[in-house]
């Protein structure tokens, strides 16, 4: 049976895959889009949802919109990575698919109270929109089935030297996730970084020969010049769809279960994910850390979601 998923998101060119993938593998029931500021400003990420969904055709899945700040931390996002609107690169329309007008964390908590089946939240942006559901309603937060993260890295960082920048965006977000007793899977840099958008993945959308196929190539062609100018990428990390293939095939991302925990305090480390591959300290695990990625069955899932949209 298809998982109940709400996808909780900052789009971003990856997570405009994301959303794709999301929506169309008959492995997930998609219950809803929530949007957080992080890659750009709240009405940006928002904005950009509602172009994904109507240039896709995904019509009958709500989006809300969340938080606009960190919990407690000033805003960052990501215009050297995703531009200026966030989703730079195709040229859209304007959006036919509008915004709910209830609050994400309200509409969170709307969809994982109705009775059925325990809902799965993935998180490929800041975790403000989720920590702040554990902390208004702990009771809603406490009936997830799992959260799934793209965030952190067992490695190095890419907003500063050890801190990814979903989890530096917002750590204290990330350190109330983390430590909330939940079942968390995290997808970091570590493996988000073997998903790499190369010129014959590019070749394979491209032969799809539709509208949306043709976006998905602006998409990561203009995301592609941005890695390649800011990081030295020759092809770009294509990262948030690594957390939604974790839920659709589980076997597509290898984890081990350890300990995360979150820096708050280091000058120089804030928004690391301090990740206890070798259990050399006395905590105990908290979360499965994804270590591998069986490469081509993302893409093919990736591909095939494409495929089904356009």
Not at 4 to 10: E, H
Not at 61 to 85: F, K, M, N
Not at 168 to 194: K, R
Request: hydrophobic letters at 45%; aromatic letters at 4%; glycine letters at 8%.
């Amino acid at each position: 049976m298809a998982v109940p998923v709400l996808l909780d998101c900052d789009p971003g060119h990856d997570d405009a895959i994301a959303i794709m993938l999301a929506a169309a593998n008959p492995a997930i029931d998609l219950l809803g889009i929530t949007t957080v500021a992080g890659n750009q400003t709240l009405p940006k990420t928002t904005l950009n949802a509602r172009r994904v969904c109507t240039a896709a055709g995904i019509t009958s899945v709500p989006i809300a919109a969340g938080r606009a700040q960190p919990l407690h931390s000033r805003l960052h996002v990501g215009a050297d990575i995703h531009g200026e609107t966030g989703l730079d690169g195709p040229a859209f329309g304007e959006p036919t698919v509008q915004a709910e007008t209830v609050d994400a964390i309200e509409f969170m908590r709307q969809v994982i109270m109705e009775p059925g089946r325990p809902v799965t939240l993935i998180a490929t942006g800041p975790l403000t929109n989720v920590a702040a559901l554990m902390l208004a309603h702990p009771e809603a937060a406490g009936r997830l089935r799992e959260i799934v993260v793209m965030g952190g890295s067992t490695e190095r960082g890419n907003a500063t030297p050890y801190a990814e920048f979903n989890v530096y965006a917002d750590p204290e977000a990330a350190d109330i996730v983390f430590g909330s007793g939940l079942p968390v899977t995290m997808c970091g840099l570590n493996v988000t970084h073997q998903a790499l958008a190369t010129a014959d993945v590019l070749a394979r959308i491209a032969a799809l020969g539709t509208p949306l196929a043709r976006i998905c190539v602006d998409l990561l062609t203009f995301f592609a010049d941005s890695y390649r100018r800011v990081f030295g990428f020759s092809a770009p990390p294509v990262h948030d769809p690594v957390a939604v293939a974790r839920v659709i095939d589980p076997a597509v991302v290898t984890t081990v279960e350890t300990n995360v925990a979150i820096e708050l305090a280091g000058p120089h480390t804030r928004g690391a994910t301090v990740v206890d591959l070798h259990q050399v300290t006395e905590r105990q695990p908290n979360a499965q850390v994804a270590v591998d990625l069986d490469t081509a069955r993302f893409w093919d899932l990736v591909i095939t979601a494409v495929a089904t949209l356009g």
